[in-house]
């Protein structure tokens, strides 16, 4: 039995240790936090990796002293009765001391870096608001004057200041691969430093339970090289462009605008450029084309999804805001053909 | 005192509060005051809510089996996990270990029953009121679906329905059960011990209910106030937790009172087990606890500290650097005297004679795992660590290596090792055995890949979650570690069935023990000892069956001897704390006879009834509250005027 129990457990620790060793190189993990790509998450990462080892190393002092004391000392019929041994204080003292320093140890860069993490960064930092409400991101641009939704862009290898804020529940706002996480909460802006050193789409996701669709609110950072950025900028600080007379998505624009019987798009969501759009309650769309995702970026933007997503919110993303209009398939092919062209 | 008497004879005279007497019968359970009996009735409530707990456990991994799973909807999983964490913390782990300080405190400190045997019927009918209060809710629009932490504004945010209000009075019910539970036990274990049975020489299991009853006296009035505080803000438009719209509250404020409850929860639910363990590993190492007063210590010293920590599940709300910092330090201390514990233990262990019997391996067990859970928990309170791994699997696996690995594997261990004593039975060596390793390779199948899939980056409390992040692979084997688990449990209920088919007698003292609770038959009679034991030192039962030479080595002392040197009877002509009192202020006199124990009552069950029915009144119907507060009180009146004997 005693053999088993020390295979069985000497397997354990050793699955365990490599498990997590593999996993700190698994591929296709796109929200790895053990692969950190910005100073941010490396920051953390530097700091958690040795605590991590010397976990390890305690683990198997432990669990190696366990195995061999079973082993060991497991009951043999002809030991007789074991001296009683009642205590000892200077191993007590000892058990209790390095502990206690080796923990004083891992305290010193702890502090350092929960200092540091907090700092706003030192020179050119791009600003940027991000709001979550159920169950979407609402991003703003306030030194440039760009708002879109669900998909953050910033330029590779500039440090980013993020101010957090909540328009309904707490939500926890975490790019793995960038930083940590910091919750959103109602009444207050928190903030969070990113910043990626390579251009590449990063992926994140809510990560405070927010009710229905807690696990459809996901988002993107996609970090560009600077100068695409800034197009990228150039192209955003447009008003819509109105669709060519005639065409379905200009037939689409005025269900925009006109909402049916029940209530119109304009009741929750911006386009800057139109007349009566204004509204802050849903995502703005002004370039709503131009985004690869839509709906806390779990749905690829493509027609088939947006008429999806159209016809029955609340049956492709159980709790959704946006209500049913009952809308024809008409109506919907007019939608799906002007929110695709606002590039 | 002559008027009390007189009152007391108009009672019997009129016959109304005939106080019952039956002790055997369906209905005397009803009645019971027994310590032992309540302490059953907590084992067989807290199991079944086990298994209930256990099934939404299963479902939860079914649905997560797959990417993007369907078995439930996002709105019957939010329900289904947020009751399995209710379940198992409060319906669980909490009333178990209560089954286990039931049965085992008074037998432990030679004692007859607690010190108020009406007021423990009380708390258990209290709890079981507030358990299937909480479940009622399956009925009445759904189960609370705020996760089991409520954190406002989420479970303020939807008063159209009443499931968060289940969750708060259902929890201010049980607290209600806990609190009178925790004061009674306290009041037990300072009052009641046997003559000779000084704190330092009462068994660390004991010592482990004493702390624990301290934490939940002060523990549980914060969470009060913040379930009142939550269910105002529900009911009538307060705004404690709110600040949206110019609302001068603060969701924040939820949190620092449920976690200034919350952690002194965890040990709450941590410290039964280790007491547990600390008996356990003695017994099948034949060796004394080593560094008994080092152990107790350090669990006091959890219990002061563990009021220093709650701030740690809160590093990634934006508390500042200071206050994270401040946490992180009294975090990482706290595991210095939780290290001392392990190591401690380990000591016990060694050049002992260690036998591999299923209480011990479930032991060992425990300490194998709750030492994985405690070095994850390190890791936590390295705290930019901790903003990655918040909120995450990662946490979810540190959470079950404490509560499942830790609590679950020594409360086993506790039902291996006593089932002989509660129940007059020996449970089954070889399936006891297959349970262990079933249950143990099961338990790290099910939540080792936590740990992967957390730091991967998956959020926790998510109904589904999508192809191409790479949880694939782990999810699906944590589903069939869960379904190991599972039919581990069957074992055990297979074991339990079968050795209750046998007619098979446990002998007293099947495991060689220490306590005092193995003088007694198998299992105890009502009033526990014939002769209220003397106690002379720690572990005096064994010291009673050894004499320990100037080497520290053991021989058996001679047979006979045993009755000459311990078991003196007395009469404990002091030891009466009124009419409730169970610690026979009557004769001592061989084979129970005569000895008063305390008669049944009716009261407290009555008196219980009267809470969910005002929780229910508070959501439905004014009269209803009526209905409650009246029973209520007619149950505290009859309650303080019965007679203590018919």
Known sequence: MSDRLKRRLGTGALLTVSAVVLGACAENAPQDSLSPAGPYARQIDTLFRPVFWIAVAVFVLVQGLLLYAVFRFRHRGDRGIPVQVHGNRRLEIAWTIIPAMLLAGIAIPTVGTIFSLDRRPAGDVLDIRVVGHQWWWDVEYPTLGVVTANEVHIPAGRPVRLSLETEDVIHSFWIPRLAGKQDMLPGRTTTLNIQADEPGTYEGQCTEFCGASHANMQFLVIAQVPAEFDAWVQDQGRPAVAPAAGSPAAQGAEIFVRGTEVGSCVGCHAIEGVQGAEARIGPNLTHFGSRATFAGAIFQNNAENLRAWLDDPDSVKPGARMPDYNLTREEIEALVAYLQGLE | ?646
């Open chain 2, 1 to 646: 005192m002559a008027a009390v008497v007189d009152e007391q004879q108009v009672l019997r005279r009129r016959g109304v509060f005939r106080r019952p007497s039956a002790t055997t019968g369906a209905w005397s359970w009803f009645t019971t005051v027994d310590h032992k009996r309540i302490g059953k009735l907590y084992g067989y409530t807290s199991f079944a809510f086990f298994l209930l707990g256990g099934i939404e456990a299963l479902l939860i991994r079914l649905q997560l089996a797959r990417p993007n799973g369907q078995v439930l909807s996002a709105d019957v999983y939010n329900q289904i996990f947020t009751m399995h964490g209710i379940t198992m913390i409060f319906l669980v782990v909490m009333p178990m270990s209560g089954a286990f300080f039931n049965y085992l405190v008074p037998l432990m400190l030679g004692a007859r029953d607690v010190a108020f045997p009406r007021l423990n019927a009380f708390s258990y009918w209290v709890f079981l009121g507030g358990g299937l209060f909480l479940y009622s809710g399956i009925f009445l629009g759904g189960l609370p679906d705020g996760g089991w932490v409520g954190y406002a504004p989420l479970s303020t945010q939807n008063i159209a329905v009443h499931r968060m209000d289940f969750y708060a009075l259902g929890l201010l019910i049980l607290g209600i059960s806990s609190t009178v539970s925790a004061i009674n036990f306290a009041v037990t274990i300072i009052n009641m011990r046997a003559p000779g049975m000084s704190l330092m020489r009462m068994p660390v299991f004991v010592w482990m209910t004493l702390v624990v009853s301290f934490l939940l006296i002060f523990a549980l009035p914060v969470l009060t106030i913040g379930l009142v505080e939550l269910f105002f803000d529900r009911q009538f438009q307060t705004t404690f937790f709110q600040a949206a719209q110019g609302a001068q509250g603060d969701p924040i404020l939820w949190q620092h009172l449920f976690w200034l409850f919350g952690h002194p929860e965890v040990y709450i639910l941590i410290l039964p087990a280790m007491g547990i363990v600390s008996e356990v590993l003695p017994v099948f190492s034949r060796k004394p606890l080593f560094g008994y007063p080092v152990v107790v210590f350090s669990g006091i010293a959890i219990g002061f500290m563990g009021w220093g920590v709650w701030a740690h599940h809160m590093f990634v709300t934006g508390l500042g650097p200071v206050a994270n910092s401040a946490f992180a330090l009294s975090t990482m201390f706290i595991a210095v005297p939780t290290g001392v514990k392990i190591f401690n233990w380990l000591a016990t262990l060694w050049r002992g004679d260690i036998r591999l019997q299923t209480p011990m391996l479930f032991s060992l067990g425990f300490i194998a795992m709750f030492t994985i859970g405690g070095l994850s928990g390190v890791t936590h309170a390295v705290v930019p660590a901790d903003y990655q791994q918040s909120d995450t699997y990662y946490i979810v696996g540190h959470l079950h290596y404490v509560l499942f690995g830790g609590s679950i594997f020594g409360l086993f261990s506790g039902f291996y090792y006593w089932w002989p004593k509660f129940f007059g039975r020996m449970l089954s060596e070889g399936l006891g055995k297959l349970h262990f390793w079933l249950m143990i390779i099961g338990f790290n199948l099910t939540f080792g890949p936590f740990h992967i899939l957390g730091l991967q980056g998956m959020p926790r409390r998510i109904y589904r979650y999508e192809e191409g992040l790479g949880f694939d692979f782990w999810n699906l084997v944590s589903t069939v570690g869960a379904f190991m688990i599972a039919l581990s449990i069957a074992v055990f209920i297979f074991n339990v069935v079968r050795a209750h088919r046998r007619d098979e007698p446990a002998p007293e003292d099947p495991w060689d023990a220490r306590t005092l609770e193995w003088t007694t038959t198998s299992p105890p009679p009502a009033h526990n000892f014939d002769e209220i034991p003397v106690v002379r030192s720690l572990d005096d039962f064994w010291h009673r069956k050894y004499a320990e030479g100037q080497d520290g080595r053991l021989a058996p002392v001679v047979a006979g001897g045993a009755d000459a040197q311990g078991a003196v009877a007395v009469r404990r002509d002091d030891a009466g704390h009124g009419n409730d009192s169970g610690s026979g202020d009557g004769s001592g006199g061989h084979g129970g006879h005569g000895i008063h124990m305390p008669s049944p009552s009716y009261f407290p069950l009555l008196a219980a009834l009267g809470l969910p029915v005002l929780a229910f009144g508070l959501l439905y119907s004014t009269f209803l509250v009526a209905d409650g507060v009246l029973l209520l009180l007619l149950g505290l009146y009859g309650w303080a005027m019965e007679p203590s004997a018919e």
